[in-house]
């Protein structure tokens, strides 16, 4: 039976997950109203990811005994000024991620729960990857600035991003 304390910690990055998976649909159906059907599609990809990760935890909650509680997930956003808001938005939010998780991480050691931090250990290095692909998008949409035709390149490219199967 997992730790109390624990259950609840899990129950709040389950919570964190959904949030982050509702804020990607937003920031999908803004692009889609902007017509840019690569970024709509690749921001569909990150939400079914973030949707995947809380369900990760959810059944590993379930697997250890612990009680599933399921928060308010509050609306998201879905007015940006630019395309690069919104990936700077999306790497504030990881970067808030990622603390959490090295948070929940730092728990399961203090209470000694190693199938706990085994289970974590996936999810810092999946961290360290969506912190580095926001990073690289707003890296090229600095080099892109005003560039139109660069901005529909860099569509086309995110829309070929295919679902990955480790989510
Ligand atoms: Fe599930 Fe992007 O963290």
């Known amino acids: 039976m997992i730790h109390q ?3 609840d910690a899990i129950n709040a990055q389950i919570a964190q997950e959904l949030t982050a998976s509702y804020n990607y649909l937003g920031m999908s159906t803004y692009f889609d109203e902007q017509s840019l059907d690569g970024f709509a ?3 569909m ?3 079914a990811e973030e ?3 809380a369900m990760k935890l959810l059944i ?3 697997d250890r005994g612990g009680k599933v509680e399921l928060a308010a997930i509050p609306s998201p956003n879905v007015q940006f000024d630019s395309v690069i808001e919104v990936f700077k938005t999306s790497l504030e939010q990881e970067i ?3 603390k959490s998780i090295n948070e929940l991480y730092e728990l399961a050691l203090k209470l000694n729960d190693h199938a706990t931090k085994s289970h974590l250990q996936w999810f810092l ?3 360290v990857e969506e912190e580095k692909s926001m990073e690289d998008i707003i890296a090229l949409l600095g080099r892109i600035g005003n560039d139109t035709a660069g901005l ?6 995110l829309g070929q991003r295919k679902e990955e199967p480790s989510a």
């Open 41 to 43: 599609s690749w921001m």
């Open 60 to 62: 590993y909650l379930q």
């Open 96 to 98: 808030a991620n990622t």
């Open 125 to 127: 290095d999946e961290q």
């Open 45 to 47: 990809n990150q939400h």
């Open 51 to 53: 949707q995947a990760h």
């Open 5 to 7: 304390e624990l259950a």
């Open 152 to 157: 529909l390149y860099l569509n086309d490219k």
